[in-house]
């Protein structure tokens, strides 16, 4: 194959010169503020201005927090921390756009250079700083075990030890409650309705077409007085119907779904997010937090990411006015695995089928 050669391009390489001129700094505009005296002090006014917009989101924040009262209410919940996350960030975000708007307007607008050097020390700095090392050591005594054991035995513990003062406050805030059989148990009861989440309306089961995904709460939750948000962390429930021909009912779970209306847990078995987003097409519930997928036509066994378990069934049947009912608890533990859940399975499924995923 015969290439053609670009003349031009041989001869400005040829003719390039060996180095560049320092071209210098580009050409300096002034700020309207460094000769303007109104424009400066406008200037000046606008960032005043963002700090004094600073100090009322201080105060909001800090008069939220003493006088907005939460009555375990979510709504109420919800507006104390958007009132005091709204001050906060007036706060933070007046004190960030004041410093920029000073620097760019007001401050000193002279071009700097720094020149660049060696970041090598020289031979004889690099020799010194050995010397002072070794002379550290020599002086310190830890160079000899022999001489200082008592010292260096005493640093080492001392070293060792240390780590407990961080950690050990943090084993003790995880709480005193280390009984994990209260994950095991939420409020479903025999008989109990599923409800519309958050409203609380009862679920007949010609509600639920095919292809459609209720998230439900037990009936009753909106009426607790205390606890109601444990509660409803624990029973939270999501309903699909799926075509009868697509679900692949698991052995021993035959009559806990009705017509090809299933429920299962809502919280995600890896770490406890909400699993929320479910792929009518294919059946699948997605976790939002790390991409656990959930086959729904197969028991919700984990089809990919990091959950190691099937969302726990909620057995369900239809009662005689034809609205959806719980048969039971859940018969194991909901949410992410702990170190005694299997103590706490009281179905008699196998641990191989309570574990179990497609890993
Ligand atoms: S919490 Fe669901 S995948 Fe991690």
Same mark, same amino acid.
């Given at each position: 194959?015969?290439?053609?050669? =670009?003349? +031009?391009?041989?001869?400005?390489?040829?003719?390039?010169?060996?180095?560049?001129?320092?071209?210098?700094?580009?050409?300096?505009?002034?700020?309207?503020? *460094?000769?303007?005296? !109104?424009?400066?002090?406008?200037?000046?006014?606008?960032?005043?201005?963002?700090?004094?917009?600073?100090?009322?989101?201080?105060?909001?924040?800090?008069?939220?927090?003493?006088?907005?009262? &939460? %009555?375990?209410?979510?709504?109420?919940?919800?507006?104390?921390?958007?009132?005091?996350?709204?001050?906060?960030? /007036?706060?933070?975000?007046?004190?960030?756009?004041?410093?920029?708007?000073?620097?760019?307007?007001? &401050?000193?607008?002279?071009?700097?250079?720094?020149?660049?050097? @060696?970041?090598?020390?020289?031979?004889?700095?690099?020799?010194?700083?050995?010397?002072?090392? !070794?002379?550290?050591?020599?002086?310190?005594?830890?160079?000899?075990? !022999?001489?200082?054991?008592? /010292?260096?035995?005493?640093?080492?513990? $001392? &070293?060792? $030890? $240390?780590?407990?003062? /961080?950690?050990?406050?943090?084993?003790? =805030?995880?709480?005193? =409650?280390?009984?994990?059989?209260?994950?095991?148990?939420? &409020?479903?009861?025999?008989?109990?309705?599923?409800?519309?989440?958050? @409203?609380?309306?009862?679920?007949?089961?010609?509600?639920?077409?095919?292809?459609?995904?209720?998230?439900?709460?037990?009936?009753?939750?909106?009426?607790?007085?205390?606890?109601?948000?444990?509660?409803?962390? !624990?029973?939270?429930?999501?309903?699909?119907?799926?075509?009868?021909?697509?679900?692949?009912?698991?052995?021993?779970?035959?009559?806990?779904?009705?017509?090809?209306?299933?429920?299962?847990?809502?919280?995600?078995?890896?770490?406890?997010?909400?699993?929320?987003?479910?792929?009518?097409?294919?059946?699948?519930?997605?976790?939002?937090?790390?991409?656990?997928?959930?086959?729904?036509? =197969?028991? $919700?066994?984990?089809?990919?990411?990091?959950?190691?378990?099937?969302?726990?069934?909620?057995?369900?049947?239809? *009662? %005689?006015?034809?609205?959806?009912?719980?048969?039971?608890?859940?018969?194991?533990?909901?949410?992410?695995?702990?170190?005694?859940?299997?103590?706490? +399975?009281?179905?008699?499924?196998?641990?191989?089928?309570?574990?179990?995923?497609?890993?």
């Amino acid at each position: 194959m015969s290439t053609t050669e =670009n003349p +031009t391009s041989h001869e400005s390489a040829d003719n390039a010169p060996e180095s560049f001129q320092d071209p210098g700094l580009p050409y300096h505009r002034p700020r309207r503020a *460094d000769v303007d005296p !109104k424009a400066d002090k406008k200037a000046e006014r606008q960032v005043a201005a963002l700090f004094g917009l600073s100090i009322l989101g201080t105060i909001i924040a800090i008069v939220s927090y003493m006088t907005l009262k &939460m %009555d375990g209410q979510i709504e109420s919940i919800r507006f104390t921390n958007m009132a005091i996350g709204f001050g906060i960030f /007036l706060a933070m975000i007046g004190i960030g756009l004041g410093a920029i708007h000073w620097a760019k307007t007001l &401050m000193r607008d002279h071009e700097m250079v720094e020149e660049r050097h @060696e970041l090598r020390s020289s031979d004889e700095a690099r020799e010194g700083a050995i010397q002072n090392l !070794k002379d550290g050591a020599e002086d310190s005594g830890i160079g000899g075990v !022999k001489r200082r054991p008592l /010292l260096v035995g005493s640093l080492v513990t $001392a &070293m060792l $030890a $240390a780590p407990l003062a /961080l950690l050990w406050p943090q084993i003790g =805030n995880m709480g005193a =409650n280390w009984n994990t059989g209260e994950f095991a148990h939420t &409020m479903w009861r025999k008989g109990m309705r599923l409800t519309r989440d958050p @409203e609380g309306t009862p679920i007949k089961a010609s509600d639920v077409t095919i292809g459609s995904a209720f998230h439900v709460i037990p009936e009753g939750l909106n009426d607790l007085e205390h606890g109601k948000l444990e509660e409803k962390a !624990k029973a939270v429930v999501l309903l699909l119907r799926l075509d009868p021909r697509d679900l692949n009912l698991q052995p021993g779970r035959e009559d806990w779904s009705f017509d090809g209306i299933i429920a299962f847990s809502k919280i995600c078995t890896h770490v406890g997010c909400p699993v929320a987003l479910y792929e009518q097409q294919t059946h699948h519930l997605l976790c939002p937090c790390h991409q656990s997928t959930f086959d729904v036509a =197969n028991g $919700a066994k984990v089809v990919f990411g990091p959950a190691k378990r099937p969302l726990p069934q909620l057995p369900i049947a239809v *009662d %005689d006015e034809g609205y959806i009912v719980a048969q039971s608890d859940f018969h194991e533990p909901i949410g992410p695995s702990y170190w005694s859940r299997l103590k706490h +399975t009281s179905d008699g499924l196998s641990s191989d089928e309570t574990d179990g995923s497609s890993h």
